[in-house]
Each structure stands twice: as structure tokens, then as C-alpha cells.
């Protein structure tokens, strides 16, 4: 798929998603000291994997083993230790990370700063300028609303591509099409191409219980991770008050007095974000949860290798 510019007025960064913020972030990334991404190589579950090929990377020597290739012999080590020692080779592979973007009507809301769908674009632009500074390609798989699929580009110029597609879908007419995360997740299976992390960013609301499959499925193959994107009210009790609500053109209020009342909206707002952060946790993936006004560059940082920021 080609990116093409769009030639309409940039999104606000708040109910829109704005091209240019997501530009941006690429200064950002670039004052990070980066440190080893995680699981570059994993192909099951969530554990580094050193794999030991005909790779250029040199990682180790150990005592020979039978069965071992004597061209690999460590002759200096064996010269000063007395036994045959075998060098190791880190296999040399190019990272690719694959991103599911979650775009139903759901993301479509927020009550701070900015919509659940802006802050997810905001996530995985970041996670995008982050893979390619690593020397990674990045590619981006939307589900929901928009089914659309980037395939992985190398350097800045994969970056771009991403950033403008994000742009590019989150302008699509909004609808109510349901993609529940399991058939989302058997698409990606299919279109990995090669993939070794999955970046998965969603507010939880299409989680089915067939998706726990799927993400086992899924970890067989790359190192998974999860974002999961929420709003304040969705993630703890709102004080008492009115609440004007807006939803496909109609507008109604919500009256929250009593506590009973504030946490029965809460437990129902919350009902995504709660499942899929759960869902993540039992399967021992790398997850972390953000809100509308948090800084969703911590975030992907932590779930990519612990950078730090060089301000």
C-alpha cells in the first residue's frame, strides 16, 4: 500500500490526529540513549532468544562440544586455557515490528486533552521513530472501522509512511463495524511478514474470549506487546456531577451523585481497558496502560527496551 499525502487541513491533535505532531516525535526520539530492544529474535513467548547461526555477530565462546563445527574453534582460547573452545555467532536478523492499531467507534472518545484514537496514533507513530532508529522496519495493521494494512518499510522514510497512514485512516468516515481482536489477530498471523515484535494498541472494548488463543498463537511467532489505551473516567470514578455525552450526533447527560452510581459507570466505561490489561497480564506479555493526557512516549519506551531520555 502507497501512502498518498492528503491535501486536507491538518487534525487538531485533539479529536483529529494531526500529521504533524506525529512528525514531530521523531525529535523526540532522537535524543534517547537506546538500549538493546527486547526480544529482537523471539519466536516464543516473551524471552530474549540468543540464537546461535552463521551470523556475523560474534557472541560468545564455550568449551567444544561433540558435534560442534570445527571451523568455529576459539584457538586462541584454546591456546590459553588448554581445551577446545568453540566461538558462538549471534544470528544476524533484521528487527521488524508490526503494529495493530484498534480504530472502532470506541477509540473515538475522551473526556481530557485528547481522543482515545489520537493517543493511540500519538503511541504508535512514537513506537514507529523508536524501531527505526533501532534499525528496524515498521509496518501497521488497522482493525475496526478501517481494515487497512502498511506492509514494513525500512528507515525514516517507513516512519513517514506509517505517520501519514495513521492520518490517512483516522480521516476515514467513522462507523459501527465490530472486528472482534481474534479475527484482528488471525489477520495479523497472516501478514506478519516476518515480523518479530507486535506492538498491539487498543482500548480492549472488541476483546472475545477467543482472543486469548489468537495472542498465544501469535507469541509463537514474535515477541508480543500491548498498549492499552484508556480515558480518565474509564480508569477511575469521576467526581460527582453532570456529564454531557455525545454519541453519533445525539447528545445526553449522565447525573453521577451517589458513589454506588460513579462506580457502576465506571466498572461499565472501564469494561474494555480492565479485559484486555487482564487478558495480557495472564499470558505474561509486556503491557502497559496510558491514559488520554499521558505522555505515551514512557510508555513505548518501557515496553521497547527501557531507553532513557537524553534532555
Not at 495493530?100 to 472518545?109: C, K, Q, V, Y
Not at 493511540?120 to 522496519?137: D, M
Not at 506478519?192 to 495472542?215: K, P, Y
Not at 515477541?223 to 489505551?229: A, F, I, R, Y
Request: proline share 3%; with cysteine.
Amino acid at each position: 500500500m502507497n501512502v498518498v499525502a492528503s491535501h486536507r487541513v491538518d487534525g487538531d491533535g485533539r479529536s483529529q490526529v494531526s500529521l504533524a505532531e506525529l512528525i514531530a516525535l521523531r525529535a523526540r526520539v532522537g535524543r534517547v540513549r537506546m538500549a538493546p530492544l527486547l526480544s529482537r529474535a523471539a519466536r516464543s513467548g516473551q524471552q530474549s532468544s540468543r540464537l546461535y547461526g552463521r551470523g556475523m555477530d560474534y557472541a560468545e565462546s564455550r568449551v567444544y562440544q561433540a558435534g560442534d563445527d570445527v571451523r568455529r574453534l576459539d584457538w586462541r582460547l584454546t591456546a590459553r586455557s588448554g581445551k577446545l573452545h568453540t566461538k558462538l555467532f549471534q544470528e544476524d536478523r533484521e528487527g521488524c515490528l508490526l503494529i495493530l492499531l484498534d480504530t472502532h467507534a470506541s477509540m473515538r472518545f475522551g473526556t481530557r486533552v485528547r481522543f482515545k484514537s489520537v493517543q493511540a496514533a500519538r503511541a504508535a507513530a512514537a513506537a514507529a521513530w523508536y524501531a527505526v532508529r533501532a534499525g528496524e522496519r515498521v509496518g501497521v495493521m488497522a482493525f475496526g472501522h478501517a481494515e487497512q494494512l502498511l506492509r514494513p518499510q525500512a528507515g525514516p522514510r517507513g516512519a513517514l509512511a506509517l505517520c501519514g497512514a495513521l492520518a490517512e485512516w483516522d480521516a476515514l468516515p467513522s462507523s459501527d463495524k465490530v472486528e472482534p481482536l481474534s479475527e484482528a489477530l488471525t489477520r495479523a498471523s497472516r501478514v506478519l511478514h516476518g515480523a518479530s515484535r507486535v506492538l498491539l494498541i487498543s482500548d480492549g472494548f472488541s476483546c472475545d474470549t477467543s482472543a486469548r488463543q489468537r495472542l498465544l498463537d501469535l507469541t509463537r511467532y514474535a515477541g508480543v506487546s500491548v498498549l492499552v489505551v484508556a480515558d480518565a473516567l474509564e480508569l477511575a470514578l469521576a467526581p460527582a456531577g453532570r456529564y454531557p455525552l455525545e454519541h453519533a450526533g445525539e447528545r445526553s447527560e449522565v447525573l453521577l451523585q451517589s458513589e454506588r452510581q460513579r462506580r457502576e459507570f465506571q466498572r461499565a466505561l472501564g469494561a474494555g481497558p480492565t479485559r484486555l490489561g487482564e487478558l495480557a497480564k495472564s499470558l505474561g506479555l509486556r503491557c502497559s496502560s496510558i491514559d488520554t493526557t499521558a505522555d505515551p512516549f514512557d510508555a513505548i519506551t518501557g515496553l521497547f527496551g527501557n531507553a532513557r531520555s537524553a534532555r
